[in-house]
């Protein structure tokens, strides 16, 4: 059982827009070409911040065309979340909030075995990185910069913290990079 930050960023590091517009990211390439369909098989249990969830709700229409529901994933969902939210129909979620420790051992039970995919924000995954709990790193790095927006992931991780494992093209828009999160970088 792994725990993983997948996500894509912009060439700057950047996964959304200050106001969260992932606009930026859907022209660069196709979803099917990326290691995505075969990662979210592995997946058995989701981690997600507010903004990501907000994001979904306001983009419920998007959503829905792309995946045929409001909401695409069939796993157990927590969504870290200081505030209340709405639920949305015939989604899994548990919102959580305080330390990530304990929504992570709730997440190792439902996901029996399978991947924990860290989706987002950077902040969250930086969280399971403080707490030792994160394992791998998988970055879509989009040919695009924004300038300026939500950061990848806003902690500072030097020396051997991270091992390069694999690099691939994805189309002309994007490189994914897979890193490895070492133990000692804690």
Not at 15 to 20: F, Q, Y
Not at 49 to 62: D, K, P, Q, V
Not at 68 to 95: H, N
């Given at each position: 059982?792994?725990?993983?930050?997948?996500?894509?960023?912009?060439?700057?590091?950047?996964?959304?827009?200050?106001?969260?517009?992932?606009?930026?990211?859907?022209p660069?390439?196709?979803?099917?070409?990326?290691?995505?369909p075969?990662?979210?098989?592995?997946?058995?249990?989701?981690?997600?911040?507010?903004?990501?969830?907000?994001?979904?709700?306001?983009?419920?229409?998007?959503?829905?065309?792309?995946?045929?529901?409001?909401?695409?994933?069939?796993?157990?969902?927590?969504?870290?979340?200081?505030?209340?939210?709405?639920?949305?129909?015939?989604?899994?979620v548990?919102?959580?909030?305080?330390?990530?420790?304990?929504?992570h051992?709730?997440?190792?039970?439902?996901?029996?075995?399978?991947?924990?995919?860290?989706?987002?924000?950077?902040?969250?995954?930086?969280?399971?990185?403080?707490?030792?709990?994160?394992?791998?790193?998988?970055?879509?790095?989009?040919?695009?910069?924004?300038?300026?927006?939500?950061?990848?992931?806003?902690?500072?991780?030097?020396?051997?913290?991270?091992?390069?494992?694999?690099?691939?093209?994805?189309?002309s828009?994007f490189?994914?990079?897979?890193?490895?999160?070492?133990?000692?970088?804690?």
């Amino acid at each position: 059982m792994k725990t993983v930050y997948y996500t894509s960023s912009s060439l700057d590091g950047f996964l959304a827009t200050e106001s969260d517009s992932l606009d930026w990211l859907f022209p660069l390439g196709d979803i099917a070409q990326t290691s995505y369909p075969a990662f979210i098989e592995s997946v058995g249990a989701i981690a997600m911040g507010s903004s990501t969830y907000e994001w979904i709700l306001r983009n419920a229409g998007a959503v829905s065309e792309q995946t045929g529901s409001a909401w695409p994933y069939l796993q157990p969902t927590w969504v870290f979340t200081t505030r209340e939210l709405p639920r949305i129909d015939g989604a899994q979620v548990t919102f959580a909030q305080g330390d990530v420790r304990a929504a992570h051992r709730d997440m190792q039970a439902a996901a029996d075995g399978k991947t924990i995919w860290i989706m987002g924000g950077g902040d969250l995954a930086g969280q399971f990185h403080d707490a030792g709990l994160l394992d791998e790193i998988v970055v879509q790095i989009g040919s695009a910069t924004l300038g300026r927006g939500k950061p990848l992931f806003p902690r500072q991780v030097l020396g051997p913290g991270l091992s390069l494992v694999s690099v691939n093209q994805v189309g002309s828009g994007f490189a994914e990079l897979s890193y490895r999160v070492s133990k000692d970088a804690r």
